[in-house]
Antibody, heavy 116, light 107 residues
Framework: QVHLVQSGAEVKKPGASVKVSCRASGYTFTGYFMHWVRQAPGQGLEWMGR????????NYAQKFQGWVTMRRDTSISTAFMELTRLRSDDTAVYYCARDNGYFDHWGQGTLVTVSS | EIVLTQSPGTLSLSPGERATLSCRAS???????LAWYQQKPGQAPRLLIFGASVRATGIPDRFSGSGSGTDFTLIISRLEPEDFAVYYCHQYGNSPTFGQGTKVEIK
């Protein structure tokens, strides 16, 4: 059974960085790309980028290039998303989602609150 | 980037009624790489349909998807109480994008 378990909620000050983790189980971690999607309060879904856990290769949405970094640690089947230079409008729930072409399994979400 | 426009923004219906949700793309969605998700408050999105018309595992047959090219539709044939939620379309080509969502609310 596929599970994606994310790290807990974070509160950060503007200008800080946040790192969210997504631990995968129930399948071969390196066999599926992992995506990150965020959702601001009351808003829709926004694709941030993806990582190939096998090679580490990443593709970021143009909006996030230069301030998001996605990594993985295959020894613990975990993907990471780090967002730097946080602003108040980065307050959102951040999701990881497994790529089976479409996004067939999602993590439970991590709320990141940016506030001074 | 392919922009997906969903309509209507909100659909007010009663249990047992039929819901028709639309998703229009700004460019052709290759290979019908179009999915639909359901999201309830405080929950992650749940995959309903992929490949425009294929139901995901465990999804009831009252949910059906259709369309190709730039016009796609999700139909819920008879609304159950648990179907009131927000629905998103998603094109999963090279640079994925989502529609802005349609809220299906109880009338």
């Amino acid at each position: 059974q596929v599970h994606l378990v994310q790290s807990g909620a974070e509160v950060k000050k503007p200008g800080a960085s946040v790192k969210v983790s997504c631990r995968a189980s129930g399948y071969t971690f390196t066999g599926y790309f992992m995506h990150w999607v965020r959702q601001a309060p009351g808003q829709g879904l926004e694709w941030m980028g993806r990582i190939n856990p096998s090679s580490g290769e990443t593709n970021y949405a143009q909006k996030f290039q230069g301030w998001v970094t996605m990594r993985r640690d295959t020894s613990i089947s975990t993907a990471f998303m780090e967002l730097t230079r946080l602003r108040s409008d980065d307050t959102a729930v951040y999701y990881c989602a497994r790529d089976n072409g479409y996004f067939d399994h999602w993590g439970q979400g991590t709320l990141v609150t940016v506030s001074s | 980037e392919i922009v997906l426009t969903q309509s209507p923004g909100t659909l007010s219906l009663s249990p047992g009624e039929r819901a028709t949700l639309s998703c229009r793309a700004s460019q052709t969605v290759s290979f019908s790489y179009l999915a639909w998700y359901q999201q309830k408050p405080g929950q992650a999105p749940r995959l309903l349909i992929f490949g425009a018309s294929v139901r995901a595992t465990g999804i009831p047959d009252r949910f059906s998807g259709s369309g190709s090219g730039t016009d796609f539709t999700l139909i819920i044939s008879r609304l159950e109480p648990e179907d009131f939620a927000v629905y998103y379309c998603h094109q999963y080509g090279n640079s994925p994008t989502f529609g802005q969502g349609t809220k299906v609310e109880i009338k």
